[in-house]
T-cell receptor
Framework: GDSVTQMEGPVTLSEEAFLTINCTYT??????LFWYVQYPGEGLQLLLK?????DKGSNKGFEATYRKETTSFHLEKGSVQVSDSAVYFC???????????FGAGTILRVKS | SQTIHQWPATLVQPVGSPLSLECTVE??????LYWYRQAAGRGLQLLFY??????ISSEVPQNLSASRPQDRQFILSSKKLLLSDSGFYLCAAPRQGSGANVLTFGAGSRLTVL
């Protein structure tokens, strides 16, 4: 079945450090890929998405590129801030489906 | 704009007691609705989804049930809670105009079963 695998956390970085959170997926066809963010005590918010191979999603300085050849959608940010501390979820939606499959989430902690 | 309301926000219940978590959606009609659970240290697990009134699909066998009595109301229930039912429950619906491609989530209901 469809699945999403994320790197285990927590990831602890200093402010202004470079961030990478790895995400790989297993799915048939051409799924849409997403990154959601969950700030402390809140629900999930869409951070960015990509709907086809080689698409790059970007938002708030975060980027992720849909790599069909490596079935990956790694999240990157050039310079993290303390306010980026949150849980990040990678997710996919099957090409003709209506359900999201989430990864386990990666906790990011940014220290000042 | 579309808004998802969940309540209660937090709940502490004894083992064996009943449960009712409510989700209502504003700003859209006939949406697909979803219940997810986020257990401590684990990712999001899809529990139920509904494509319309009275139509419920269960993704995993469990102690919970869901109902959709109205177009924009989705209820998660249990007759007798287990310790393992503790978690953060999130209701979600596709964002309007996204072609069902993006989910909007409620703020969640945190359930602790003692």
């Amino acid at each position: 079945g469809d699945s999403v695998t994320q790197m285990e956390g927590p990831v602890t970085l200093s402010e202004e450090a470079f961030l990478t959170i790895n995400c790989t997926y297993t799915a048939t066809g051409y799924p849409s890929l997403f990154w959601y963010v969950q700030y402390p005590g809140e629900g999930l918010q869409l951070l960015l998405k990509a709907t086809k191979a080689d698409d790059k999603g970007s938002n708030k300085g975060f980027e992720a590129t849909y790599r069909k050849e490596t079935t990956s959608f790694h999240l990157e940010k050039g310079s993290v801030q303390v306010s980026d501390s949150a849980v990040y979820f990678c997710a996919l939606r099957r090409e003709y489906g209506n359900k999201l499959v989430f990864g386990a989430g990666t906790i990011l902690r940014v220290k000042s | 704009s579309q808004t998802i309301h969940q309540w209660p926000a937090t709940l502490v219940q004894p083992v064996g007691s009943p449960l009712s978590l409510e989700c209502t959606v504003e700003g859209t009609s006939n949406p697909n609705l979803y219940w997810y659970r986020q257990a401590a240290g684990r990712g999001l697990q899809l529990l139920f989804y509904s494509v319309g009134i009275g139509q419920i699909s269960s993704e995993v066998p469990q102690n919970l049930s869901a109902s959709r009595p109205q177009d924009r109301q989705f209820i998660l229930s249990s007759k007798k809670l287990l310790l393992s039912d503790s978690g953060f429950y999130l209701c979600a619906a596709p964002r309007q105009g996204s072609g069902a491609n993006v989910l909007t989530f409620g703020a969640g209901s945190r359930l602790t079963v003692l």
